[in-house]
């Protein structure tokens, strides 16, 4: 069983930074050992993938998300950040933060980004 939660959203003007932060708890061996990621749901929309860390700490990001967010786990691999630098309306969304390979997720976190 693993539970994560998730911080750091809230209201931003366009071309200003947020820092998202997720905490796993629970398997921790397994966490550990897993990918996490950051996933995000604008209203009407499906989820979809932001960026992902690897345990040995390899990124992929999405390709609205490269250059501009960085993606970061710190050494007890169980909590992950997301720093969001120049942040434009289109980002707008309700953050989930996973363990990917255990199918575990947060409860969201709203970023809201005014033009």
């Known amino acids: 069983q693993v539970q994560l939660e998730e911080s750091g959203g809230g209201l931003v003007q366009a071309g200003g930074s947020l820092r998202l932060s997720c905490t796993a708890s629970?398997?921790?061996?397994?966490?550990?050992?897993?990918?996490m990621g950051w996933y995000r749901q604008a209203a009407g929309k499906q989820r979809e993938f932001v960026a992902r860390i690897f345990p040995g700490g390899f990124t992929n990001y999405a390709d609205s998300a490269r250059s501009r967010f960085t993606i970061s786990r710190d050494n007890t691999r169980t909590t992950i950040y997301l720093q969001m630098n120049n942040l434009k309306p289109e980002d707008t969304a309700v953050y989930y933060c996973g363990v990917l390979e255990l199918n575990s997720w947060g409860r969201g976190t709203q970023v809201t980004v005014s033009p």
């Open positions: 629970g398997n921790i061996v397994r966490i550990k050992s897993s990918t």
